[in-house]
């Protein structure tokens, strides 16, 4: 059973930083491209990062190229969102996002994905 779990987020000034994490488990995780999905407080969810299963390319959101950075490692099953120059229209629930292939399969909203964990919080306000 695939079980995702965030950790990481919480209150950040504009400008700042913070750094989310998601453990994995149920799957073999080297195996599957991963990705970072949002949902800002009323609104859909909101594709923002993607890497390969091997880590040999990402891709991102236009919104955050250049300010936020998707990283695996697949040793210890555990995938990262590094989120530097935060602005309030980041604020959102963040999920973890597994893909069902080794590569991401894009369609007009973002990256597919199978399957999410339950989300961390991540505020952006000063």
């Known amino acids: 059973q695939v079980h995702l779990v965030e950790s990481g987020g919480g209150l950040a000034q504009p400008g700042g930083s913070l750094r989310l994490s998601c453990a994995a488990s149920?799957?073999?995780?080297?195996?599957?491209?991963m990705s970072w999905v949002r949902q800002a407080p009323g609104k859909g969810d909101e594709w923002v990062a993607g890497?390969?299963?091997?880590?040999?390319?990402?891709y991102y959101k236009d919104s955050v190229k250049g300010r936020f950075t998707i990283s695996r490692d697949n040793a210890k099953n555990m995938l990262y969102l590094q989120m530097n120059s935060l602005k309030p229209d980041d604020t959102a629930l963040y999920y973890c996002?597994?893909?069902?292939?080794?590569?991401?399969?894009?369609?007009?909203?973002?990256?597919?994905?199978?399957?999410r964990g339950q989300g961390t919080q991540v505020t952006v306000s000063s």
């Open positions: 149920g799957f073999v995780f080297s195996d599957y491209a």
């Open positions: 996002a597994k893909n069902p292939r080794s590569i991401l399969v894009f369609t007009s909203d973002g990256a597919r994905y199978d399957y």
């Open positions: 890497i390969y299963s091997d880590g040999s390319n990402t």
